[in-house]
């Protein structure tokens, strides 16, 4: 199971780091990402990354705010967010075997999708 955390209460224009790590088993597949889902809403894409070489895929509400990153030897994946809006708030959540190629993920809905971290933005 993936275990995302760093999540927390922050103002608008501030920053976060998330963390995630799998308990138990290493990353599989190609690509790894962030996912988000708000209140009463569907479950978003936010990033991806390609595990090999590290090539990255943001979805364009948060390209040039959030930036994704690995650490192969430490088999983690992290997610940077800086520049917090409102509109952030949510439970994110990070997911591995993403399929190639790299790209907007907005249609995938295959679980399990393990334990979120909670990101609160006040204005």
């Known amino acids: 199971q993936l275990q995302a955390c760093g999540g927390g209460l922050v103002q608008a224009g501030g920053s976060l780091r998330l963390s995630c790590a799998p308990s138990g088993r290493t990353f599989r597949g190609y690509g790894m990402g962030w996912f988000r889902q708000a209140p009463g809403k569907e479950r978003e894409f936010v990033a991806a990354i390609e595990w090999r070489i590290g090539l990255t895929y943001y979805a364009d509400s948060v390209k040039g705010r959030f930036t994704i990153s690995r650490r192969t030897a430490e088999h983690a994946i992290y997610l940077q967010m800086n520049d917090l809006k409102p509109e952030d708030t949510a439970v994110y959540y990070c997911?591995?075997?993403?399929?190639?190629?790299?790209?907007?993920?907005?249609?995938?809905?295959?679980?399990?999708w393990g334990q979120g971290t909670l990101v609160t933005v006040s204005s």
């Open positions: 997911k591995d075997e993403l399929p190639y190629p790299l790209r907007d993920y907005s249609d995938y809905t295959r679980g399990p």
